[in-house]
């Protein structure tokens, strides 16, 4: 397997990181098997994985940590904080107060001592950009966390984090990490290219739009969410963007068979071939899910297999915009208007 530089870090990560969000009660709640999975990543060749505290209320960080005994220094190991974990307030957010309860608690998770890219799983207009980064500056600075990213962030924040990180001398965001897929291209039209100005690792999530591009989905079969972790709003068939969506499926169906590889083959690849992605995060439930998607790692695609692409979902468009997990409240349409 290639590797690839994570940004400016000097860091070497595979093109495909293991996400870990389907371990635990949200996906495969066993964890002999959820174990199997990571090594089984581990030995193929994947030297990133990605959690959060959040995912499983925690379990997910559990089972990393039993999964990387012995294993730990050979893995660029990425976690997230920001979401509720816990009633009553001061339980989430990117405050000073929180995040400094937070590392510790997912230290002692994944029973390691660092971690080596320590995310903002989601951003706040509500609170100081600053606020977050100066705490997470001296988390680098006491040995804590190697280096800082963002997830979700739209263009005009991630700047916003750049100039604070420059004007207080404090650490920078060195990755973003945000949804991208053929079925979910609005990346492409601003934050692809902000994170490529300022020398980030993109890590990607949902290459395979929350299993639409699994194949199991299809116009004569209505899907039905697979993990206690998904709305069932973004799989409403009643939809005209949902509908749309089936249509592009069975065409990218038709266009994977002609490239000579499989729908899920084909959609990590496009992700993986964009010059602005690092890596993509697969997330795998059974070691079956791992195998079918991590094939992809070694799959490039064609000029004319990436037109006919374009020509069904255009550079820059997202089909259903529910889709879009990312984004600040104030550019809403709603929100536009008021």
């Known amino acids: 397997m290639d590797y690839r530089l994570l940004g400016r870090t000097g860091v070497e990560v595979s093109p495909l990181a293991l996400g870990t969000m389907m371990f635990g009660a949200w996906g495969n709640s066993d964890v002999d098997d959820s174990i199997r999975v990571i090594h089984h990543a581990l030995d ?9 505290d959040v995912y499983s209320g925690g379990e997910s960080e559990e089972i990393v940590g039993q999964a990387l005994k012995g294993r730990r220094d050979d893995v660029v190991l990425a976690t997230k904080f920001f979401m509720p974990m816990g009633e009553g307030p001061n339980r989430s957010g990117g405050s000073r107060r929180y995040i400094m309860r937070a590392v510790e608690d997912s230290l002692r998770r994944l029973d390691t001592d660092y971690i080596d890219l320590y995310q903002v799983h989601r951003p706040s207009a509500l609170m100081d950009v600053e606020e977050t980064l100066s705490a997470l500056t001296d988390l680098v600075r006491q040995g804590k ?8 962030y739209t263009g005009s924040q991630i700047v916003e984090a750049q100039v604070a990180s420059r004007d207080r001398n404090l650490t920078r965001f060195v990755t973003e990490q945000p949804p991208y897929s053929i079925l979910v291209r609005g990346i492409e039209e601003d934050v692809l290219p902000t994170t490529q100005r300022y020398g980030m690792g993109t890590l990607s999530y949902s290459p395979l739009a929350g299993g639409w591009l699994s194949g199991k989905w299809r116009k004569d079969a209505p899907p039905t969410p697979t993990s206690k ?4 709003a973004r799989f409403d068939m009643s939809t005209v963007a949902n509908q749309q969506k089936l249509e592009v499926v069975d065409a990218l169906a038709h266009i994977a068979e002609d490239a000579g590889m499989t729908l899920i083959e084909l959609a990590i690849a496009f992700v993986i071939n964009h010059p602005g992605i690092t890596s993509a995060i697969i997330g795998p439930r059974t070691m079956e899910q791992l195998e079918l998607q991590i094939t992809a790692a070694e799959m490039s695609l064609s000029t004319e297999t990436l037109d006919r692409i374009d020509e ?3 550079p820059g ?4 915009p529910d889709d879009n997990s990312y984004g600040a409240a104030e550019l809403t349409p709603a929100a536009r208007r008021r």
């Open 44 to 52: 193929a060749g994947i030297n990133f994985v990605d959690t959060a």
């Open 145 to 152: 966390v190697r280096y800082i990213g963002s997830s979700s």
């Open 229 to 232: 972790a998904r709305p069932g």
């Open 312 to 314: 069904l979902v255009a």
């Open 317 to 320: 468009v997202t089909i259903n």
